[in-house]
């Protein structure tokens, strides 16, 4: 059966898997959704024996109906390649009582790779597929993960370019540096003086500037999205939940049928949506675990089901997760409404109003499979120590958020389901907060001695990401007003 998708706010969009990837967002400014939510075509027993590339064949050839299985293979052969340093591309590692899920073995050390590094596939085979001539112009807004995991994506890509927006006093030093030294003839980095909720609103508003858009094609262009807000982000991110219920059940944690439960170290929402479409097509998921640093408005929505955002915006040593707008969430609010684009739509229109909304009751009792929780930036810190200091094995802050909700959860409610936490970032990434949470002692070493250090400790290779920007040269200066973004895009296009 083919599987179409809509807009969650309604209307009469209905497109094909190839044509969401190629647009990012619907034209209304909504997300696009699946009419439905296929099956798994495969029992659960038979996940134990698939490789990860067989494993995202599987699942993603559910959903990306349009594409034909050779074209879904190129695209899985593309991309899960030596790119990535381990051959299972990701891998379970069990400490303190929980499988820790490493999704930071691609090329940027954090889980974006997981699906940044296909989705230039799929984008530029559904540009083949749907006839597009003009040059496609990615545009990103990052919490400081998906920059570079889409710049190295995306690099070089005959028909594409792409520009990038972060908060330039809100990602990490690794962070920056990497994508700042990032090559190619077709990448755009532009620091913006604002936090990430200014970058993704303003990329939101220039995909809804239909002036723009016919500017942009007059001139031989038009955009596309490497956010989660693309189902090409998506449903490659459902994979490795999928993956991991198989590795559990060949490890014998598990036998198959058994529940588990994921905790997820949340910021945008999309990754632990991805978790919820990995049980909705079938994988046994006891609770989804959503874990929130001190921008706690999910677990605020969770516990109230009021989404606040009217709040103080705080940098956390766990900046991919410092935003206060999860966009992601609207496909849930969606699903939970009963497939409702107009109910979800006033949501949405107020949360722009208001800056806030709230759910009613028979919406919020269709969360019973989330728990929310969050750890302050004490917590996080006496979690990294804690772990390295029973374990030996070193986790980053963002991993820490998600571990210390973990701990919180089974002291809260003795629940002892088998438990994969998604492991988002290498340690590397983070090396200052992670070090000085281990011991105070390493805040006066520079970030390259704490590397070294990190090694050390943990003896776990630096990875090449982090050995490439040592010596690279910064190719990219360009810092705007939040206002200004608009203006930066015209003048990077020449329109
Ligand atoms: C992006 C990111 C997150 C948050 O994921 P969302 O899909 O935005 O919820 C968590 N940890 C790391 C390291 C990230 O890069």
């Given amino acids: 059966m083919d599987i179409m998708y809509k807009s969650t706010r309604g209307g009469a969009d209905c497109v094909t898997a190839s044509q969401a990837v190629l647009k990012g967002l619907a034209d209304n400014g909504g997300l696009f959704v699946p009419e439905t939510v296929p099956k798994l075509g495969v029992d659960l027993a038979e996940l134990a024996g698939m490789d990860y590339k067989q494993t995202a064949f599987t699942v993603m050839k559910e959903f990306l109906t349009d594409y034909t299985d050779e074209e879904l293979m190129g695209c899985i052969e593309g991309a899960y390649d ?15 009582g929980a499988h820790y899920m490493e999704l930071f073995h691609g090329a940027t050390i954090a889980f974006k790779d997981m699906a940044l590094s296909i989705l230039p596939h799929l984008l530029t085979c559904a540009a083949k597929k749907n006839n597009v001539d003009n040059k496609i112009i990615i545009l990103t807004a990052t919490s400081g993960d998906t920059g570079k995991a889409a710049l190295a994506g995306f690099a070089d890509v005959d ?14 030093p690794v962070q920056e540096k990497q994508m700042v030294t990032q090559k190619g003839d077709n990448t755009y980095v532009v620091g913006i003086k604002g936090n990430f909720d200014d ?14 858009a016919a500017l942009m094609n007059e001139n031989g262009y038009q955009f596309s999205s490497a956010n989660s807000i693309n189902i090409g982000r998506l449903v490659p991110q459902i994979v490795y939940y999928v993956y991991a219920y198989g590795r559990l059940v060949k490890d014998g944690v598990i036998k198959v ?18 978790a919820y479409y990995a049980k909705e097509i079938g994988i046994p998921v006891g609770k989804l675990i959503c874990a929130s640093n001190e921008n706690k408005v999910l677990y605020d929505f969770f516990s109230t089901g009021t989404y606040d955002k009217n709040r103080e915006f705080i940098l956390t040593s766990s900046p991919s997760m410092d935003i206060l707008i999860s966009s992601n969430l609207e496909r849930l609010i969606y699903i939970i409404s009963g497939c409702d684009g107009d109910k979800t739509r006033a949501f949405m229109n107020s949360l722009v109003t208001e800056g806030s909304y ?25 979690c990294i120590k804690s772990v390295y200091e029973k374990t030996g094995y070193v986790i980053d802050t963002h991993t820490a958020v998600a571990a210390s909700v973990y701990g919180e959860y089974i002291e809260k409610t003795g629940d002892n389901t088998p438990c994969v936490i998604a492991s988002t970032a290498s340690p590397y990434k983070f090396a200052r907060s992670v070090m000085t949470a281990i011991d105070k002692k390493y805040d006066s070493m520079t970030d390259f001695e704490l590397i070294d250090e990190l090694c050390d400790i943990s003896n776990v290779k630096i990875p090449q990401a982090i050995e490439d920007i040592r010596t690279a040269p910064v190719l990219h200066d360009r810092v705007c007003d939040a206002a200004d973004m608009q203006k930066t895009v015209e003048d990077i296009l020449g329109l």
């Avoid at 030596?82 to 303190?96: M, N, P, V, Y």
């Avoid at 009751?361 to 006496?382: C, I, N, V």
């Fill in 82 to 96: 030596s790119k990535f340093d381990i051959e299972d591309i990701t891998t379970l590692r069990e400490a303190c």
């Fill in 159 to 172: 028909g594409t370019g792409i520009i990038v927006f972060y908060p330039k006093d809100g990602v990490s």
């Fill in 199 to 212: 970058a993704q609103t303003g990329v939101k508003n220039m995909f809804n500037n239909k002036e723009l």
């Fill in 257 to 274: 049928g058994d529940k588990v439960n994921y905790v997820v170290p949340t910021g945008n929402f999309g990754n632990i949506l991805a």
């Fill in 358 to 382: 709230t759910i009613d009751s028979s919406m919020k009792d269709k969360l019973d499979s989330f728990y929310g929780g969050y750890a302050s930036e004490d917590a996080t810190a006496e």
